[in-house]
């Protein structure tokens, strides 16, 4: 059996994974998740947010080898703790997640998708250091096909979240490019475009792309689904 460690996306925090982490559990495997700082109970402050500190936190969470997934914006510090550090990880997994291209960054490669539906359902903060959801666009953008009570249980843990990471480039190399990764598209994502997922997915061995048809958020829409997901990928080695 794997151990997972499953790392959240923007303005989320390991909350998220409330459903998806028995499943797992049941499946037999070992499965936890993190907040990464300045989300959940972590009170880092938002100016001193960069990915090398997502990355870290990541890395100072592994003991020993992990099956690492990483939702939406978490591709990028998944990305960036294999390359420092691959023998802690068995394979990656992105979840609807950012693909990173060494040498861009989120926003960069967010700027190439043929269409870019988040912008209409966030707004910057004063001092320019964060965004955050529009409360009234939140179910339409990230939860749309998710249970009322997981769209309020979500809506009132949402967290600003930090620009700097997304607006680093990522540098990678060989050790990223030789750890094992899969990725899960979302077919009904109104967050990230579906088709800029396949594009992504694309640089991905056909085999170890999966689909899923939900939302931007499977962990709520289909938790036992993902978590059977996650398991058949874990056991294809």
């Known amino acids: 059996m794997a151990e997972f460690l499953l ?3 923007s303005c989320h925090g390991a909350w998220c994974w409330r459903d998806v ?11 936890r998740a993190l907040d990464l700082p300045s989300h959940g109970d972590d009170k880092t402050p938002i100016a001193e947010v960069t990915l090398d500190l997502y990355r ?4 100072d969470a592994i003991d020993t080898p992990v099956v690492l997934a990483g939702h939406s914006m978490a591709g990028f510090p998944i990305a960036a703790a294999a390359e420092k550090a691959p023998r802690k990880i068995v394979r ?34 004063a001092d320019g250091l964060s965004w955050a959801p529009i409360p009234e666009k ?3 953008t990230f939860y ?29 190399g060989e050790n990223y490019a030789r750890t094992a990764k899969s990725y899960i598209r979302c077919a009904n994502d109104q967050t990230i475009p579906p088709e800029y997922q ?23 829409a289909d938790p036992k689904g ?8 874990a056991r294809a080695g």
């Open 144 to 172: 749309h096909d998710c249970p009322d009570e997981a769209v309020a249980y979500a809506k009132a843990r949402i967290v600003p979240q930090a620009i700097l990471p997304q607006a680093t480039a990522l540098e990678l």
């Open 56 to 59: 870290d936190a990541i890395l």
């Open 198 to 220: 396949s594009d992504m997915a694309a640089r991905f061995a056909p085999e170890d792309r999966y689909e899923m048809q939900t939302s931007h958020s499977p962990f709520f």
């Open 92 to 125: 990656l997994i992105h979840l609807c997640s950012y693909a990173p291209v060494s040498g861009m960054s989120l926003i960069d490669m967010r700027k190439e998708s043929p269409r870019q539906p988040l912008l209409d359902a966030i707004e910057k903060s």
């Open 226 to 233: 993902l978590a059977q997901m996650l398991d058949k990928i």
């Open 7 to 9: 790392i959240h996306g």
């Open 138 to 140: 939140a179910r339409k």
């Open 21 to 31: 982490l028995p499943e797992l559990i049941g499946l037999g495997h070992t499965a």
